[in-house]
């Protein structure tokens, strides 16, 4: 429902779950992960 709400139509429970590994993915693809264990900031590298 939140997901609907942002987007302003509908969306299916899989759309969510496959967005949010892809953001996940993308997140571990940049280096956040260890940046927030060392608790250094870092500039991310872009994910095209």
């Not at 496959?18 to 571990?28: D, G, I, S």
């Not at 260890?34 to 991310?44: C, H, I, N």
């Amino acid at each position: 429902m939140l997901m609907a709400s942002l987007l302003g139509t509908p969306v299916s429970t899989g759309f969510v779950a496959r967005a949010l590994e892809r953001f996940a993915q993308r997140l571990a693809t940049s280096g956040f992960e260890e940046a927030m264990k060392t608790g250094r900031p870092r500039v991310f590298r872009t994910v095209g």
